[in-house]
Structures are given as C-alpha cells and as structure tokens.
C-alpha cells in the first residue's frame, strides 16, 4: 500500500501553529513529534470544510518525543506548540493511501 509523509513542524524553536493539512482520505495516520526538551505539543483535529478556523485538542498534551496514532480521522489534522522553553521541534504526519 502506498505511504503518505508530510512534516508539519520543521525545527522550531518557539510557539508555533503548523497550518492544517486534509487526513480525510488517509489510512491510520500518526504524528511522531520529535525535538521535544521542554516544551508542549498539541495535535489539534476539525470536521470544518475547507480550511478550519479551528480545531479541538485530540489527545494529551505531548511533552517529550512520541509517535501519536490519530483515531478517529478527522478531516484535517494540525499540530500546536503551546509553551516552549527548550527543544528544536519537528513532527512528520505518516499514513497509509488508499489504493
């Protein structure tokens, strides 16, 4: 089955809202944060159409490197950090493609 990857979170070093990408049409995605020193990392979730205004929290608050299974799908997935101190942040969305 073909793969889907995508990085959200590049080697960031602050509070940062990574814009939102579609997950509607992914098998089994999952988040692996990575970077994490001290700081909070939120995945965020929304049925909104188009691009949302917001999204609600799925999951805990993620405070050291993890890899995150995203269950149920929503239509698009976005991740947050909301409280930096230390850390250089990244995050990759993997899943499965239909077909």
């Known amino acids: 089955m073909p793969r889907f990857s995508k990085k959200l979170i590049d080697a960031q070093v602050a509070t940062f809202d990574s814009g939102w990408i579609s997950t ?8 692996h944060v990575y ?4 700081a ?5 979730g929304s049925n909104e159409e188009g691009t949302p205004a ?3 929290q799925i999951g805990t608050t993620i405070q050291a490197d993890a890899v995150v299974a995203i269950t ?3 239509n698009a997935i976005r991740l947050r950090i ?9 995050a990759i969305v ?3 493609l239909p077909g």
């Not at 509607?24 to 988040?31: D, G, M, R």
């Open 40 to 44: 909070d990392v939120e995945i965020e």
């Open 94 to 96: 993997g899943a499965e």
């Open 54 to 56: 917001n999204g609600v």
């Open 72 to 74: 149920p799908v929503p």
């Open 24 to 31: 509607a049409n992914l098998s089994n995605p999952c988040v």
């Open 82 to 90: 909301t409280a930096w101190t230390s850390g250089t942040i990244s």
């Open 35 to 38: 970077g994490i020193t001290t």
